[in-house]
Each structure stands twice: as structure tokens, then as C-alpha cells.
């Protein structure tokens, strides 16, 4: 297998589609609907037959447990974990109404600066990794050019914070231990993980065809639903063959994937009150989380070796569990955020599944947390 070149590494787009979306469809809490009232276009909201069905008058409807009571351990690493999490103040209005395209990349660190400073660190520490003759981490998020517009511009943000969380990564690990970047001051480094050297791990794209993916195939074309638009870029090519391809990378980049789509989600709600389209960053977070399970039971089952070694390996078994723990936390601080999902909600059935879950479990009780 060939390597992949650092910018075809880094090219991994944060955003799979979006869709534009009403003002009611903005404000309209999870659970229901913008329906159109007369020809103007002016919407009301009516809620889900769904969440009211069968209900007396008087009955409450009994709320859901909240996410991450429901996937998480109290007893173990994923449920001690923390996030801080960016909040939509102070207001950033005066700063968007100024944009224009020239002056992006200064509006880009004033909303970072404001709302997650940390987001602001990693893009400059990013932007600074960028050789003489490449794109930076910026350049490769906004896919060229700054937009015209500062709705456009501000979609676009969640995947410059995950490219340079990419660059950030890559620059701080090594061939023999990639690096994961979990704070300001936490770098986490596990020996091993690659698809080859020490401690190798299958290919990803070895989970394509198994029995859980059937539920959502791969996307035949762009902008399709009920499928999964990311499979075409994590899950493609051949492991068999000496032909590198973005589905050849094991486990360590399994995670590094998770770990971005999460500093993606986390950019999205930074903006959230500014944005006019919904977005996929809650389905890229899921479709991570997705892929971790299947990857673990695929490994588990079909490379037993490489599962025991990475099961005995307390730093792999941790980080495993810590971004697990992360992902839980900030799903549940976005669930009402309508506007952050486009399908997530089919996902989180897809995560949820048992025996999937069951793979998360095992990971918690080879870490002691019985």
C-alpha cells in the first residue's frame, strides 16, 4: 500500500451536504414541523403526531432519558468525562454584517476568539503547519477562496476547524504514534494504530458489506438520503490491493476522524445563530461514532490479534472511551439544535443498536471498569 499524500490526507471535508431552511424551520424545536399556512409562505409550527399520540389531555408526555445518561458510565472513563462546550455569546452580529470576502479569514478569528477561543488556537496553529507550496489548513476547509457571502462563509467554518485539527494531529504524532490533540494542554499519544508498522490495524474500508451497513448502503449519488454520503470517502478502494486509498487507515485514523468531526460540531454551534441552512456536522459526529462500533466489531471478530493487542493497550482502551465520552456529551448539549442535522436521528438509531453498543462495553470492561 502507498501512503497518501498530506494533502489528500487532509482534504477531508466536515461538511457531507446541507440544506437551506426556512426562519420557522430554525426556530422549530425537534419534534416538530414548518408547515405552510397560506400562499406567502408564512409557517406555523405544529408538533409530531409522534411525541403526543396516545397521551390523555391532562397526561405528560414522559421525557426521554437524556443521551448521555442513557450511553455513558458513570463508573468509567467515558462517563467522567468533561467538554467544554461554545456557547453563541458574546454577540457576533456587528462582525457578520462587516464581512466581505477580503477580510474573512479576520472574521473567522474574531467569531473564534469570542465564542471557542481553543477553536481560534487550533486554526492558527494549523494555518502556521502549511509549507511554502501547499494550502493551508484554512484554504483547504473554505475549498478555496472565501465565499461571497457570510451565511456561506460561516457554514464553511466547521470544516476549517477540522482540517486544521487535522494538520495540528498529523504534525504532532509520528509514524509509530499518532497524536490526538483532546485540549489545550492534553496531547494523547498511543503507540501503534496505522494500517502498517507496530501494532497494526485493519483497513477501515473492511467494515464496508458488513451486516450493520446494510441498514444505510453508500450513496449512489450527492445529495441522496437514507444513504450514507460519507462511505464514498472513508470506506472506499481495496485493502487487498497496492493501491492506497482513504479506506486503507486503521484504527488510529478511525479516531482521528472522530476526534474532528467533533471540534465540526462544536464550530457549527459557535455559529449556530447565524446559520441559514441546516447542516450535517451532528450526522458526521454519528457517522463516526457509526464507524467506531462497526470497526471494533470487525476487528474483533475477523483480525483477533490486532484486537487483543489494542485491548491491551490501556492508552488505546482510554482514548477509545474518552472520545466516546466526548461524542455523548456533546450530542446531548446539541439535541435540540434542529438546524445541526439533516439525518441524525435515523444515525442515532444506527448507534444505538445493541450489538454495536455491546462493542463499547466490552472496550469498558477490558479497561477495568466492570
Known sequence: MRHLPLAVALTLSALACAEPQTGAEAAAPRGATAEPTDDDGVATLSADASETAGAAPDEAVSEPTPLAARRLDPACVDGRVTLDIPGRQPSIAAEV????????????????????????????????????????????????????????????LQSVVHECGHAVDLAAGDPLAPAYRLGPDTVVRCEGGRYVGPLATPARSRIRGDAFGAERPPCPD?????????????????????QFDTGDQGLAMVLEELLQYQHSLMAARTISDHLIARTSARDGLLTSLWYLERYLHMMRLGHPEAYAAVMESPCWRGLILTLWGRSWRLLEATADERHLGLEDEALLALVEEPALLQEIERVRRAHGCD
Do not use: I, S
Not at 98 to 113: D, F, G, I, N
Not at 138 to 143: D, S
Not at 222 to 242: T, V, W
Open 97 to 156: 454584517a462587516a464581512y466581505e470576502p477580503a477580510r474573512a479569514r479576520a472574521l473567522m478569528r474574531q467569531v473564534l476568539t469570542a465564542r471557542w477561543p481553543y477553536g481560534e488556537r487550533l486554526v492558527d496553529e494549523g494555518v502556521a503547519l502549511a509549507g511554502p507550496d501547499e494550502p493551508d489548513c484554512v484554504t483547504r476547509g473554505l475549498n478555496g477562496d472565501p465565499p461571497a457571502l457570510a451565511r456561506d462563509f460561516l457554514l464553511r
Open 222 to 242: 450527492k445529495g441522496e438520503r437514507g444513504c450514507d454520503p460519507y462511505a464514498g470517502l472513508y470506506l472506499e478502494g481495496d485493502p487487498g490491493d497496492d
